[in-house]
Each structure stands twice: as structure tokens, then as C-alpha cells.
């Protein structure tokens, strides 16, 4: 079986980074999923970045306004309405047809911090689906090694929804041989979510969300 790759960038963008990540996709004719933070995008240009990123034909979710701290680690309807319904209105028609959260995983963990009750259910309300993640290579702490942990993941497993940064210009750099190395490992790139990876899909928990809800 062809093994598969999902890629998505977190917390830019970044006026630096997020350009040189798009010419590298599209050299190679690629989609991604982009995971914007609100603070990034409401600083100078970022709108404009985060429009060039639609306009490539990549999907935009949310990934909370400020990423500062877990939903489950602050519960209650006020960072439910902060983090997640004020960036999505932040994002407007960038975010497209279907409404994408992220959670803050604070160093890419999973757990009961991931999520408050309320939050759970403001997102199946509202209908969203949630896009987790099983491969962190931490690219942020070490932008030359992040690479080769990232393609022992993807050999590894059958599906790996990868988590990389628009935002570090050192760990990025190595980008473009990590797609070329992938690639010539017959490795199928793939803009779908697996499905191990979605636990609320379009407002319908499609998942265990018991392990990462506070109190769950």
C-alpha cells in the first residue's frame, strides 16, 4: 500500500516564510492545509498573505486567535468566543466552505488539554471539524533535524498528517528536499485529512474526544 502524506503549516503567516513555502508546493504542483493564528494574520500584510495562500488553491483552517493557551487549560464560554468564533470572523471567506479548527496542543501534545467541554460543544454546534495531527517533528527547536524525523514518520505509518511552521526561515529551508525525498519515496501527498486525525467531521464526533477533553 502507497503510503500517504498530508502536509499543514501552523501560526504564520509570515511575510518571510509563508512565500517561500508556496513557491516550494507549487513547484511541485502540491496542496496544503494552512492553520493561520489571529495574531499573525492582523499584523501588517497579513490578510494579503493569508489571500495569496487561498488564491494557490490551499485550504485555510483556524487556529486560534491568540496560541497562547490550551483550550482545556482555560475553559469556559469567553475563550470559546475569542479563540475560536472571533478568528474564524478574522478569517471571513479566506477559510472557505468548510469551517477547520485546530486546537493548540502547546509543543504538539495530545491530551485533555487540547479541549474545554464548552469548546466541544460550540464546535459541534457550529459544525466545524477538527484537524489533530500525528506527526510533530518540532521544527521549531531544531530547523536542520526536523527533516529526517519527519520521513522516518511518514515510512512508518500508513497516513501521517504532518505538522510543520510557515513561520522559522532556517527549518524551512529544508523543506524543499523533504518533499523531494518523499516523493521519490512513492510517497502519494494528499490535501484529504486522515480520518484518524478528524474526530469532529462537519459537526458529527467521529472520534474518541473523551482523552482530550478537560474533565473527559
Not at 499573525?40 to 487561498?54: C, D, S, W
Not at 524551512?172 to 490535501?191: C, K, N, Q, S
Request: contains cysteine; glycine residues 12%; hydrophobic residues 40%.
Amino acid at each position: 500500500m502507497t503510503a500517504r502524506l498530508t502536509l499543514s503549516f501552523d501560526n504564520g503567516p509570515d511575510p518571510d516564510v509563508t512565500p517561500f513555502v508556496l513557491r516550494e508546493l507549487a513547484a511541485r504542483g502540491l496542496s496544503a492545509t494552512f492553520f493561520p493564528v489571529g495574531d499573525q494574520l492582523r499584523k501588517p500584510g497579513g490578510r494579503e498573505l493569508l489571500a495569496e495562500v487561498a488564491a494557490a488553491g490551499h485550504v485555510i483552517g483556524n487556529h486560534s486567535m491568540t496560541h497562547t493557551v490550551p483550550l482545556g487549560e482555560s475553559p469556559g464560554w469567553e475563550t470559546v468566543g475569542r479563540e475560536i468564533a472571533d478568528m474564524q470572523d478574522l478569517l471571513g471567506d479566506l477559510a472557505g466552505d468548510e469551517k477547520l479548527f485546530r486546537p493548540f496542543g502547546g509543543g504538539g501534545r495530545l491530551g485533555p488539554h487540547l479541549f474545554s467541554p464548552e469548546a466541544v460543544q460550540y464546535l459541534v454546534a457550529e459544525r466545524y471539524t477538527v484537524a489533530l495531527w500525528n506527526s510533530v517533528p518540532r521544527d521549531w527547536e531544531d530547523p536542520d533535524g526536523w527533516s529526517e524525523r519527519a520521513r522516518r514518520d511518514v515510512q512508518r505509518r500508513p497516513w501521517t498528517l504532518l505538522v510543520l511552521h510557515d513561520i522559522v526561515k532556517e527549518a524551512m529551508e529544508h523543506l524543499p528536499a523533504f518533499l523531494d525525498g518523499v516523493l521519490a519515496d512513492g510517497v502519494e501527498i494528499t490535501a484529504e485529512l486522515p480520518p484518524e486525525c478528524v474526530p469532529v467531521c462537519r459537526g458529527e464526533v467521529t472520534g474518541d474526544l473523551g482523552p482530550l477533553v478537560a474533565g473527559g
